[in-house]
């Protein structure tokens, strides 16, 4: 089994208009949830990462569960592959429709179906916003943990499709963590429950295996997630540094120290200096990096936490520490790393967000290496990420109205993805794979590692149609690309010694 054909996952070209597949679709949906003029698919033709681009035969925008079985079942009939998307905020690529596909939209499902503050759950449809379950859970003096940068925005399917993170994550797990019961729909249509209420689930964990996959198993079309008491007190302690070096071996220092923060972010000057004018949060713009590292819990934990975390810093060659003196000014903290990507689009045409994750040992040597290659791709690179887990999320800015720094950003983000394998990390943290990943997954899986995700996919979804060309390369790609992982072999980088 060498690629996709071969494993009986791919699929022909349809052999149907797309005028009859939309009377088809018209036939099991209500019309107004069926768009298939241009101006109406267009602004479903990419996800958050925009270089990436296609318009779908038909979008459809499902109200109910056995709709979304009817469009299930129909395209399988037809052979017609199906790309879901909850919100849009992605930035992997891995919600661009399909050229000959339907694009289906979780929008509608946007209801919180039940809380139970006894339990501390939440059953909610996949189209509800990430912060809307913390907002409805608030008056029982709960929230949900998991909290990416896009909660206002992001979906909760949207979530579980890419096991999203945050910047919470660290202490409280990312969307796996937090997940106990996941209701979804196959391409044959049937309705399957992974995971259960109760502490375990009887018989292999396949809720685990279902959550980042990315919409290549199934539809979802019910969560319950965990909810956890809002912690009593937090505090930030902003520890400004003269070198990322610095800033890095802090890092190090406060996980061996066996302190394991609610959060802690860096964010370089770049990052910093682009951020501050957007939000006003107070950041040294002297410092060469900045560490945003939070301590939540009593009001004598915290202090006593905190006073161990400005006195590790100071250590470090901390040149400032300052602790947030409000829960305003916590959240203001917070709020310049949360509005970091937004925040370049004052500074930059287009940014293309990178997601790696490395050792934490390894941040100064790879911050080290991504400077460097600023110098040789011409363009600048911001950086924030969840240091705590070594999650980095360099944002490489450039003019996409310029073709050659189109190409150099992309090629860009592959050398440091690449770079990311070489020292014992991998290429997403929480942002998926999608289409912008699928040659670097060649850099780190073998082809049999490749096969067993294939084998799993093919149980869930025989035909290959659900969100079909992502994620799993091909070995023909792989040839293409020219980087492939050989089993038992030797591992082919790009010469990044140098760095």
Not at 82 to 105: C, D, E, K, W, Y
Not at 323 to 346: D, H, I, M, T, Y
């Amino acid at each position: 089994m060498n690629s996709l054909v071969e494993s009986g996952l791919s699929h022909a070209q349809a052999p149907f208009s797309a005028a009859s597949l939309v009377r088809a679709l018209q036939q099991v949906l209500p019309t107004h949830c069926v768009l298939h003029r241009e101006e109406d698919t267009r602004p479903y033709e990419c996800d958050g990462l925009s270089l990436f681009r296609a318009l779908p035969a038909a979008v459809v925008l499902p109200e109910t569960e056995a709709q979304v079985q009817a469009v299930m079942k129909l395209c399988k009939r037809m052979n017609v592959p199906v790309v879901a998307r909850g919100a849009g905020t992605g930035l992997s690529g891995g919600a661009m429709p399909h050229a000959q596909g339907v694009l289906m939209g979780l929008s509608k499902f946007n209801r919180i179906k039940h809380i139970d503050a006894h339990a501390c759950t939440a059953t909610v449809e996949p189209g509800v916003r990430n912060l809307a379950i913390s907002e409805a859970a608030a008056p029982y003096g709960l929230y949900y943990a998991p909290d990416p940068s896009s909660q206002i925005a992001c979906s909760i399917g949207g979530n579980v499709a890419e096991n999203s993170g945050g910047v919470h994550c660290l202490k409280y797990g990312l969307t796996v963590h937090n997940v106990l019961r996941v209701r979804m729909i196959t391409i044959d249509g049937e309705v399957v429950e992974l995971g259960s209420e109760a502490p375990d689930a009887a018989g292999v964990d396949l809720l685990a295996v279902f959550i980042g996959s990315e919409g290549m198993l199934g539809v979802v079309t019910e969560v319950t997630v965990k909810l956890i008491p809002r912690p009593a007190c937090a505090q930030v302690v902003m520890a400004s540094f003269s070198s990322v070096e610095a800033a890095g071996n802090a890092v190090t220092r406060i996980i061996a120290a066996g302190i394991i923060p609610a959060g802690l972010e860096m964010m370089d000057r770049q990052a910093t200096h682009m951020v501050e004018p957007f939000v006003q949060a107070g950041y040294d713009l002297d410092a060469q990096a900045i560490l945003l590292c939070e301590s939540d819990g009593t009001q004598e934990e915290v202090a006593h936490e905190v006073a161990r975390m400005e006195a590790i810093f100071k250590e470090a060659g901390a040149t400032r520490c300052q602790v947030s003196a409000s829960e305003a000014e916590r959240l203001r903290f917070w709020a310049g790393r949360k509005n970091a990507f937004p925040a370049a689009g004052r500074v930059s045409p287009d940014y293309y967000c990178m997601d790696g994750t490395i050792p934490r040992r390894h941040l100064a040597r790879v911050l080290g290496a991504i400077e460097q290659m600023e110098d040789e791709f011409g363009l600048r690179c911001a950086n924030v990420f969840h240091a705590g887990d070594g999650n980095l999320h360099p944002l490489i800015l450039f003019d996409s109205n310029k073709p050659d720094e189109v190409e150099r950003a992309e090629k860009f983000g592959a050398a440091i993805l690449e770079l990311c394998v070489q020292v014992g990390g991998t290429v997403t943290g929480e942002h998926g794979v999608g289409m912008e990943k699928i040659d670097q997954m060649c850099v780190q899986f073998s082809r049999e590692e490749l096969d067993a995700f294939l084998a799993v996919k093919r149980a869930f979804d025989p035909p290959g149609l659900l969100n079909p060309e992502k994620v799993i390369p091909t070995l023909a790609r792989c040839a293409e690309y020219g980087k492939m992982h050989v089993h038992g072999g030797e591992l082919r980088f790009p010469d990044l010694a140098r760095f």
